[in-house]
Nanobody, 117 residues
Framework: QAQFVESGGGLVQPGGSLRLSCAAF????????MGWYRQAPGKERELVAT????????NYEDSVKDRFTISTDNAKKAMYLQMNSLKPEDTAVYYC??????????WGQGTQVTVSS
């Protein structure tokens, strides 16, 4: 059974914004470093953003730095990824999981983000 459920994806034009949400059945967010991953067609899944359990430390992959913002709401057992200034190369299925070592049987279905005019 997947531990994480992602939502919020969609089709957006270049330069647009989306906010992804991640819900969990357990409160991983206050205990473990969490991350957003993405997998584009024909490519390996990559880690694009991480956040520490207290939310005080975040890190981003270079290609999304200054455009994406990761955050958590421990009370809601949720994590978010605000994505601004989207580019076609951001097109991928986005997943959330523990980072940098994901729980292998906890992957959700992901949420599709398509950036296209």
């Amino acid at each position: 059974q997947a531990q994480f459920v992602e939502s919020g994806g969609g089709l957006v034009q270049p330069g647009g914004s989306l906010r992804l949400s991640c819900a969990a059945f357990e409160n991983f967010f206050s205990l473990l470093t969490m991350g957003w991953y993405r997998q584009a067609p024909g490519k390996e899944r990559e880690l694009v953003a991480t956040i520490s359990p207290d939310g005080g430390s975040t890190n981003y992959e270079d290609s999304v730095k200054d455009r994406f913002t990761i955050s958590t709401d421990n009370a809601k057992k949720a994590m978010y990824l605000q994505m601004n200034s989207l580019k076609p190369e951001d097109t991928a299925v986005y997943y959330c999981n523990v980072a940098p070592s994901p729980i292998l049987n906890a992957w959700g279905q992901g949420t599709q983000v398509t950036v296209s005019s």
